[in-house]
């Protein structure tokens, strides 16, 4: 595990056996310490050239933790990584990371939260209710086959529609994100024969714990806690330096609602769709 720290107090992990441990030095008496399901998101506020970034995060499935405190002000604590990390980042710097993530309260200092973040291992388990994506009035109809870790679909649109899309959605139930952010796995224009192959995303990286001050939270500026220094750890490519940059997942599970779509395009803005559930896990 590797720790970074945006923190002003000193802190440091140790090894004991199999379990990691985290001590912040010099931060007195905590009022609480739980551990959580932090999001931490990114979007862009306005239009255009008058647009700015925005960061924040949100905590959900609260519980105690234990930990230790000891002479001189100092607290330790387990650290737990108890499922890998999932998140997208698009290619304009919006986006989440889902990690688990403990947060501590001292009575005298502001608070302090470390973000978890672990690879996913594969393979992973793809299940949907039902086989079958069908637009009726159109008689066009897409196969869901989930077996392996993966999902394939494959099938045939018929009728007047100038194009056909199937679509994998994905949904951390954000309020400035309600309708998730989509992958277009597979298109075709008119009538014919589509087919896609999806399989969740597991990144391979270091098991990291960074540790921050919410109230320290600065988008713009490189040695504070923010999205692009998360994604920079993360191993995300910077835009600037990609020709052609496009949406990088982080990886998928936890915290995410997946949706399969198929969609018929009728051009002037019409459009019939049908869409399924997808569990990840």
């Known amino acids: 595990m590797r720790l970074i720290s945006y923190l002003k107090s000193p802190i440091d992990h140790r090894s004991s056996g199999r379990r990691e441990y985290i001590t912040v030095q010099g931060i007195g008496k905590l009022k609480a310490a739980f551990k959580s399901v932090l999001t931490f998101y990114s979007w862009i506020e ?3 050239e008058g647009g700015f970034t925005r960061n924040d995060f949100v905590m959900s499935q609260t519980s105690p933790v234990e930990y230790f405190d000891y002479e001189g002000g100092s607290v330790e604590f387990e650290v ?3 499922f890998p990390c999932s998140g997208i980042v698009t290619r304009v710097g919006e986006g989440f990371i889902i990690s688990p993530a403990i947060k501590i309260e001292p009575v005298k200092t502001p608070s302090i939260v470390v973000m978890l973040l672990a690879p996913g291992t594969l393979p992973y388990v793809v299940a949907t209710e039902t086989n ?3 637009i009726p009035n159109n008689e066009s109809a897409v196969m869901v086959d989930t077996n392996n870790g993966e999902l394939r679909c494959s099938g045939n649109i018929l009728g007047k529609s ?3 899309r199937i679509i994998i959605n994905r ?6 994100y309600r309708a998730g952010f989509n992958e277009t796995l597979s298109t075709i224009k008119g009538p014919g ?3 896609a192959v999806w399989r969740p995303v597991a990144r391979s990286f270091e098991e990291l714990a960074i540790a921050f001050h919410p109230s320290q939270i600065q988008p713009l500026k490189s040695n504070s806690m923010n999205f692009d220094n998360l994604a920079h750890h ?3 490519p910077e835009t600037s330096s990609t020709k052609n940059p496009e949406d990088f997942i982080v990886g998928d599970g936890a915290g995410v609602r997946y949706t399969l779509r198929l969609r018929l395009d009728h051009g002037l803005g019409r459009h019939e769709s049908h869409e399924l559930p997808v569990l990840v896990s």
């Open 132 to 134: 079958i994506l069908a």
């Open 234 to 236: 993360l191993g995300v």
């Open 80 to 82: 737990q990584f108890s």
């Open 171 to 176: 949904n951390p139930g954000l309020p400035f």
């Open 193 to 195: 024969r589509i087919s």
């Open 46 to 48: 306005g239009v255009a």
């Open 162 to 164: 100038k194009s056909a």
